[in-house]
C-alpha cells in the first residue's frame, strides 16, 4: 500500500482557485475566517471550532439576566408546559424574539434545541410559565457561553 500526501495537491488548488477569483472578481484574500454572521470560528490542527460567545452574552444582557444565577440544566425535569396554563406574558413580541436567537443560537450549541423546541411551542400564546422556562435556558447559557462546538478533522 502507499500514502500519498493529498496536502500538497489541496494546497496548490486552493492557490489555483484564489488567483482565479481574483482575476474574474476582484476579489480580496481576507484570509482565515475568523467570524462569520455571529459565529465565531477558530481553525486548529483538530478541526473547526465555532462558538458563539458573544452572542449569548449579549442575549443574556439583553434579557436583564447578567447578574442571574447559573443553572446546571436547560429545563427544569419534569415540567411539563401546556397551552393556557397560568397568566398571560405581558410582552409576547419579546418572547417570539428572544425564541428566535435561541433558535439561531441552537447552530452552535445543540445542547439547548429540546428546550427551545419546547419554548417555541407557545409562541402565539405565550403564559409567564413559559416564559420561566426560556428564562431557565438563559441562565443554563449563562454557566457556559464558552462552549464550543468542534468539527474533527478525523
Known amino acids: ?22 482575476m474574474k472578481f476582484h476579489k480580496k ?8 454572521i455571529g459565529v465565531e470560528v477558530n481553525q486548529s490542527k483538530n478541526g473547526v471550532l465555532l462558538s ?3 452572542y449569548i452574552l449579549d442575549l443574556v444582557g ?10 446546571n440544566t436547560p429545563m427544569i425535569p419534569n415540567v411539563h408546559l401546556m397551552k393556557d396554563e397560568g397568566d398571560p406574558f405581558d410582552d409576547p413580541e419579546r418572547y417570539r424574539r428572544i425564541v428566535g436567537k435561541l433558535n439561531y ?10 428546550a427551545v423546541c419546547i419554548v417555541s411551542q407557545f409562541m402565539a ?3 409567564v410559565k413559559h416564559w420561566a422556562a426560556l428564562e431557565q435556558i438563559l441562565c443554563f447559557l449563562k454557566g457556559a457561553p464558552e462552549l464550543v462546538l468542534l ?4
Open 29 to 36: 484574500d481576507l484570509g482565515k475566517l475568523k467570524y462569520f
Open 105 to 114: 443560537l441552537i447552530v452552535t450549541r445543540p445542547d439547548i434545541s429540546f
Open 52 to 54: 458563539q460567545r458573544k
Open 151 to 154: 468539527y474533527n478533522n478525523h
Open 62 to 71: 439583553e434579557t436583564g439576566k447578567l447578574e442571574a444565577k447559573p443553572c
Open 1 to 22: 500500500m502507499r500514502k500519498c500526501d493529498h496536502s500538497v495537491f489541496y494546497q496548490q488548488s486552493i492557490a489555483t482557485l484564489k488567483s482565479f477569483l481574483h
Open 125 to 127: 400564546a405565550c403564559m
